[in-house]
C-alpha cells in the first residue's frame, strides 16, 4: 500500500503576517479613522477594509469639497 509523501499541515488556517511597514500604515489609518471621523476603535476593528476604505474617500471627498468652498470664499472678496 502506499502512502502520500505530503501531508497536511495548519489545517483550516490562514497563516497571515503583516510586514512592520504595513502593520505601521495600518494602524495610523485606523488612528485617523477614529481621530478625524469619530469612529469608536471597536467600530473601526470590526469593519471590513473595503467599508473603511469607503468611508475615508467620503470623508475626503467633504474635507476637500470644504476646502474649495472656502477657497472659493476668498477668492470672490
Known amino acids: 500500500m502506499e502512502e502520500a509523501l505530503l501531508i497536511p499541515f495548519l489545517e483550516s488556517k490562514i497563516l497571515f503576517l503583516l510586514t512592520t511597514e504595513f502593520e505601521n500604515l495600518l494602524k495610523k489609518e ?8 469619530n469612529l469608536t476603535l471597536d467600530e473601526l ?3 471590513t477594509v ?3 476604505r469607503t468611508f475615508i474617500a467620503i470623508h475626503n471627498r467633504e474635507v476637500e469639497k470644504e476646502k474649495q468652498e472656502i477657497d472659493n470664499k476668498f477668492k470672490h472678496k
Open 45 to 47: 476593528y470590526n469593519m
Open 50 to 52: 473595503m467599508d473603511r
Open 30 to 37: 485606523i488612528w485617523l479613522c477614529h481621530k478625524n471621523m
